[in-house]
């Protein structure tokens, strides 16, 4: 299956189709048309969420944009979908399913990416500190959509790893953080030790961040991945989970909705303060809500066995039971 595009329209902006879903945009809004339906989300919205799915190779699970559109994780395949996760659209029979293979999607997204960010506009930042996506086509941003999750293969400082952690990396301290103390661990190593013993300040590293909701690997044993990221203003997506996943916020706050993942019923709200751990069951999905910026400790085991170890229930959804 191929993507298509056409012509830019009388705003300056292509229409992109693959499969049975064509994608447009105007000055204000992202058009999304399926066989039995259609859809349209403020187009900064959707910019921050097709930013996330691009940069995150579909993440864990589902990805809904918002409650009707998003994708489905089949690591290698992937579904998108309209309606699927929305009682009202089942009922109705609007909803609407499509799989595609994992690079011809993240093609489609990518192209789409490109050709409807402006100049100036930055989808992975928060809103006070980048510019407008609305109006005519204007320009571009390639440098902003093409950043990437920066992935520790052991641990951030050890030798050879990526090092975000000085003003000459270009990455300087954000205003919301210029009160995160700087100052390194000091490491006194056996002789013979020196590069096997590593330590680094993951508040001053993280204080550097220049994006937000983008959990980063800092560190990898075996399958659990430590991912931190920096929040203000709305996680743009709503996760579906397809395994439990761990929350440390590390300071300041942030509000997670929760919904049942697939109805989309509301099951809670959660409030979570420096210091608060949470763990996030299997079989829900959740947007979080930061009125500042605030450091989140995202905690994940990567294995690919266990969507089908708790689509089969041979683990539970919650890690804990009361
Ligand atoms: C999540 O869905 O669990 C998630 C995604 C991005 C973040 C934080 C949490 O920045
Ligand atoms: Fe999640």
Same mark, same amino acid.
């Given at each position: 299956?191929?993507?298509?595009?056409?012509?830019?329209?009388?705003?300056? #902006?292509?229409? @992109?189709?693959?499969?049975?879903?064509?994608?447009?945009?105007?000055?204000?809004?992202?058009?999304?048309?399926?066989?039995?339906?259609?859809?349209?989300?403020?187009? &900064?919205?959707?910019?921050?969420?097709?930013?996330?799915?691009?940069?995150?190779?579909?993440?864990?699970?589902?990805?809904?944009?918002?409650?009707?559109?998003?994708?489905?994780?089949?690591?290698?395949?992937?579904?998108? @979908?309209?309606?699927?996760?929305?009682?009202?659209?089942?009922?109705?029979?609007?909803?609407?399913?499509?799989?595609?293979?994992?690079?011809?999607?993240?093609?489609?997204? /990518?192209?789409?990416?490109?050709?409807?960010?402006?100049?100036?506009?930055?989808?992975?930042?928060?809103?006070?500190?980048?510019?407008?996506? #609305?109006?005519?086509?204007?320009?571009?941003?390639?440098?902003?959509? /093409?950043?990437?999750?920066?992935?520790?293969?052991?641990?951030?400082?050890?030798?050879?790893? $990526?090092?975000?952690?000085?003003?000459?990396?270009?990455?300087?301290?954000?205003?919301?953080?210029?009160?995160?103390?700087?100052? $390194?661990?000091?490491?006194?190593?056996?002789?013979?030790?020196?590069?096997?013993?590593?330590?680094?300040?993951? @508040?001053?590293?993280?204080?550097?961040?220049?994006?937000?909701?983008?959990?980063?690997?800092?560190?990898?044993?075996? $399958?659990?991945?430590?991912?931190? /990221? /920096?929040? $203000?203003?709305?996680?743009?997506?709503?996760?579906?989970?397809?395994?439990?996943?761990?929350?440390?916020?590390?300071?300041?706050?942030?509000?997670? &909705?929760?919904?049942?993942?697939?109805?989309?019923?509301?099951?809670?709200?959660?409030?979570?303060?420096?210091?608060?751990?949470?763990?996030?069951?299997?079989?829900?999905?959740?947007?979080? #809500?930061?009125?500042?910026?605030?450091?989140?400790?995202?905690?994940?085991?990567?294995?690919?066995?266990?969507?089908?170890?708790?689509?089969?229930?041979?683990?539970?959804?919650?890690?804990?039971? @009361?």
């Amino acid at each position: 299956m191929t993507m298509t595009e056409t012509a830019p329209n009388a705003s300056g #902006y292509k229409s @992109f189709s693959i499969g049975g879903f064509t994608f447009s945009r105007d000055e204000y809004f992202a058009t999304i048309e399926w066989p039995t339906g259609s859809h349209q989300m403020a187009v &900064d919205s959707f910019l921050r969420c097709v930013q996330r799915d691009v940069a995150w190779g579909f993440f864990y699970g589902i990805v809904n944009f918002d409650e009707v559109f998003g994708t489905m994780n089949h690591y290698g395949n992937v579904d998108m @979908f309209a309606g699927r996760f929305n009682d009202a659209y089942r009922k109705a029979e609007m909803d609407y399913n499509e799989n595609f293979g994992h690079d011809e999607l993240i093609g489609c997204f /990518t192209a789409m990416l490109s050709d409807w960010t402006n100049e100036g506009y930055d989808p992975f930042a928060a809103p006070m500190e980048t510019g407008s996506a #609305y109006g005519p086509a204007n320009g571009s941003n390639e440098a902003a959509i /093409t950043r990437h999750r920066v992935v520790a293969s052991r641990m951030v400082g050890v030798p050879g790893d $990526e090092q975000i952690r000085s003003d000459e990396s270009g990455y300087p301290i954000n205003r919301a953080f210029h009160d995160v103390p700087q100052d $390194e661990p000091v490491v006194e190593a056996e002789n013979g030790y020196e590069n096997e013993v590593c330590a680094f300040n993951l @508040f001053a590293y993280l204080s550097r961040s220049d994006v937000t909701w983008n959990p980063s690997v800092v560190s990898a044993c075996k $399958e659990s991945l430590y991912c931190p /990221t /920096t929040e $203000e203003f709305i996680l743009p997506v709503i996760h579906g989970n397809d395994r439990v996943e761990w929350f440390v916020q590390l300071s300041d706050e942030i509000q997670w &909705d929760v919904e049942d993942r697939d109805s989309g019923a509301k099951r809670s709200r959660v409030t979570m303060r420096a210091g608060d751990v949470a763990a996030m069951p299997a079989d829900i999905r959740h947007q979080g #809500y930061a009125p500042k910026r605030s450091m989140l400790l995202v905690w994940e085991n990567g294995s690919n066995r266990i969507p089908d170890l708790i689509a089969s229930g041979q683990i539970p959804v919650n890690p804990v039971d @009361f």
